[in-house]
T-cell receptor
Framework: DAGITQSPRYKITETGRQVTLMCHQTWSHSYMFWYRQDLGHGLRLIYY???????DKGEVPDGYVVSRSKTENFPLTLESATRSQTSVYFCASRSRGYEQYFGPGTRLTVT | QKEVEQNSGPLSVPEGAIASLNCTYSDRGSQSFFWYRQYSGKSPELIMF????GDKEDGRFTAQLNKASQYVSLLIRDSQPSDSATYLC?????????????FGEGTQLTVNP
C-alpha cells in the first residue's frame, strides 16, 4: 500500500541519452502530474494527465514526453537529456478534491 | 509579478512560539489553497487546505484565507524543532487551469530549541 512510488530514486545519465522516470500510484486517482524542483524556481509543472490517454502540457514541457496507457502509471521520458534537465523530479496524483499527493522524487543528474 | 509569492525567509522562531507563514496570489479567481511541508531531501507533504474565507484549524496548524486581500497564511502554534522545514503555498486557479496547482517558492522555517 505504498500509494505513489517513483523509480529510480537516483539517476546519473549523460548528455544526449534518453532516460525514463517511472511513476506508479495505487489509489486509482484520475489525475497525475510531473513536476521538477530547482533552487530559485520552486516546483514547476512539466506535464499532467486527467486520465489514461489524456495528457497536457504544463509550464515547462520542452524536452519531455509523457504517456499514460494505464491509470496507475505515468512515465516521463527525457528524449535527449541536457544538463539543464538536472533536477529533482516529483510525480503527484490528485484525489477527488484538488489536493495533490507527491511521490518520493527522483534525483536526476545529467553529466 | 509572480502568481504565488511567499515571504522569502528564512524564518526563525524559538520553540513554543507561533510561526506565521504568508502567501499572496495574483489571480483573484483562485479557488483553493494548500500548504505543503517539505523536509530537506524529501517530497512535499500536504498539511492543510482551505477553500473558504476565514480560518481552518487542524491541531497546531491554522490556515487563514482572505480572498478580498488575495492572502493566505499558515500559523503554527507551539512550534517544535520538528516543524523546521520549507513550507510551500499552492493555489488552484480554477477555470481553464483545471486541476493544476501553482506553487510559491517556499519559506524555510527553523524552530530553535
Amino acid at each position: 500500500d505504498a500509494g505513489i512510488t517513483q523509480s529510480p530514486r537516483y539517476k546519473i545519465t549523460e548528455t544526449g541519452r534518453q532516460v525514463t522516470l517511472m511513476c506508479h500510484q495505487t489509489w486509482s486517482h484520475s489525475y497525475m502530474f510531473w513536476y521538477r524542483q530547482d533552487l530559485g524556481h520552486g516546483l514547476r509543472l512539466i506535464y499532467y494527465s486527467a486520465a489514461a490517454d489524456i495528457t497536457d502540457k504544463g509550464e515547462v514541457p520542452d524536452g519531455y514526453v509523457v504517456s499514460r496507457s494505464k491509470t496507475e502509471n505515468f512515465p516521463l521520458t527525457l528524449e535527449s537529456a541536457t544538463r539543464s534537465q538536472t533536477s529533482v523530479y516529483f510525480c503527484a496524483s490528485r484525489s477527488r478534491g484538488y489536493e495533490q499527493y507527491f511521490g518520493p522524487g527522483t534525483r536526476l543528474t545529467v553529466t | 509579478q509572480k502568481e504565488v509569492e511567499q515571504n522569502s525567509g528564512p524564518l526563525s522562531v524559538p520553540e513554543g512560539a507561533i510561526a506565521s507563514l504568508n502567501c499572496t496570489y495574483s489571480d483573484r479567481g483562485s479557488q483553493s489553497f494548500f500548504w505543503y511541508r517539505q523536509y530537506s531531501g524529501k517530497s512535499p507533504e500536504l498539511i492543510m487546505f482551505i477553500y473558504s474565507n476565514g480560518d481552518k484549524e487542524d491541531g497546531r496548524f491554522t490556515a487563514q484565507l482572505n480572498k478580498a486581500s488575495q492572502y493566505v497564511s499558515l500559523l503554527i502554534r507551539d512550534s517544535q524543532p520538528s516543524d523546521s522545514a520549507t513550507y510551500l503555498c499552492a493555489v488552484n486557479k480554477g477555470g481553464t487551469s483545471g486541476s493544476r496547482l501553482t506553487f510559491g517558492e517556499g519559506t524555510q522555517l527553523t524552530v530553535n530549541p
